[in-house]
């Protein structure tokens, strides 16, 4: 009887794949769309320029950057571990996200530069030592790891042909909207 139902069932599946599938063997994809349009290469380039034109320059995403890794920072300095982290994966997003937009930017001497392959090196070694240091609440380890990681930024920026960006440790609170104190209550 179980046999029965497993091979009713399966012919069941097998006949409704084909009698599904069937009808499409052997058309092409313009075909099996009987309301097909025909593809206006002018609106389509005019619409590639215009979204690249809304696509922010590579120093507006890495002046959001240096504000997530300043706020990261602060966050440290308080021994807010969630915020850290909060600051340290927006930092790496924001990150994620310039090499998104140009992987390979050129120098102001017209030089290629492979930033995904810095940012490869940079992932796993300095990256990797600060998200250990903020996962295991160590603030030694965080010091020593966000100057590693301020260091890797500078080499970019050298090989980027741009050594007059020299990031530091911050010395001012880049925002005061947010408390960056772990035991602070609701605000009266």
Known sequence: MLRTLVVFVCGGLVGGLLVW???????????????????DIAAMDAEVARLKGTVPNLSHVMADVAFQ????????????????????????????WMLRINPNPKTPSGEVVNL?????????SVVMSLKDAIDQKDSAKFAAAYKQMIEGCYSCHKSAGRPYL????????????INYDPDAGWPK
Request: avoid cysteine; charge should be positive; charged fraction near 20%.
């Open 166 to 177: 020299r990031p530091m440790i911050p010395t001012v609170q880049p925002q005061t909207m």
């Open 116 to 124: 995904q392959g810095i940012y490869d090196g940079l992932e796993t």
């Open 21 to 39: 599938k069937l009808p499409a063997l052997g058309q092409t994809p313009a075909a099996l769309k009987q309301d097909a349009k025909p593809v």
């Open 69 to 96: 890794y300043s706020n990261l920072w602060f966050a440290a300095q308080h021994k807010n571990w969630p915020l850290a982290s909060f600051y340290f994966n927006e930092t790496r997003g924001r990150i994620k």
